[in-house]
């Protein structure tokens, strides 16, 4: 498959565990923040997404926080599955600027059985 | 299937050698952008358009250029490929940003690994 990063910071997680992964963004004033979910061989796809004005979202086995008076958001996986292996990206989109995307860096999540 | 097809999935090429990628969607999606992705520089935004005929540069437009004569397609052109282009393309389509619509974030294509030598 597909390199996607050969410097991304690496979360080992045992089957079954649940993962936080961690992003600190850039931009205090950005409106909205998506997390993504990048397999080998594949693009990037999307996961769970919270408004500035939320601090906590659940999706299914997911869950989003938002921490905005440090500019840091989180994805937990809860029962991490051998299928979660993927590295992981947040990003963060600012209306001000024309609704600009700005991608991090990813984390990469490896799956022990 | 509601997808973004890119073409080809690899391509190598020599020093300055016209190519397009093709990118095809299938979703009557008005925004369309192009990624390039870099070890340890993540996805950076190229080219991308708002609609047909509207098209902006990303942050890294150098050395590109785009099109988008009808809804659907949005192919990225190297005029001169040179090896610093050498990287994988993302081709991504949303329904919009021009007004961020929740829950409709961009999708994404399945890559497409070019190597200029």
């Known amino acids: 498959g597909e390199s996607v990063g050969l410097h991304l910071p690496t979360l080992s997680v045992q089957e079954g565990d649940n993962s936080i992964i961690n992003c600190a963004y850039s931009n205090s004033a950005s409106d909205y923040f998506i997390w993504y979910k990048q397999e080998s061989g594949k693009g990037p796809q999307f996961i769970i997404d919270i408004r500035s004005n939320m601090d906590k979202r659940q999706g299914q086995r997911v869950t989003v926080l938002l921490n905005k008076t440090v500019k840091h958001l989180s994805l937990q996986i809860a029962a991490t599955q051998p299928g979660d292996s993927a590295v992981y990206f947040c990003?963060?989109?600012?209306?001000?600027?024309?609704?600009?995307?700005?991608f991090g860096g990813g984390t990469r999540v490896l799956v022990k059985p | 299937e509601a997808q973004v097809t890119q073409n080809p999935r690899y391509l190598i090429t020599v020093t300055g050698k016209k190519l397009t990628v093709t990118c095809s969607q299938n979703m009557n999606h008005e925004y369309m952008s192009w990624y390039r992705q870099d070890p340890g520089l993540g996805l950076r935004q190229i080219y991308y358009s708002m609609n047909v005929e509207v098209t902006d540069k990303g942050d890294v437009p150098e050395g590109y250029k785009v099109s988008r004569k009808e809804k659907r397609n949005f192919p990225l052109i190297l005029e001169s490929p040179s090896p610093n282009q050498t990287s994988l393309y993302f081709c991504?389509?949303?329904?919009?940003?021009?007004?961020?619509?929740?829950?409709?974030?961009?999708?994404f294509g399945n890559g497409t690994r070019l190597t200029v030598t």
């Open positions: 991504a389509s949303s329904l919009s940003l021009g007004r961020v619509i929740y829950n409709s974030p961009l999708h």
């Open positions: 990003a963060e989109i600012y209306k001000a600027a024309g609704n600009k995307l700005t």
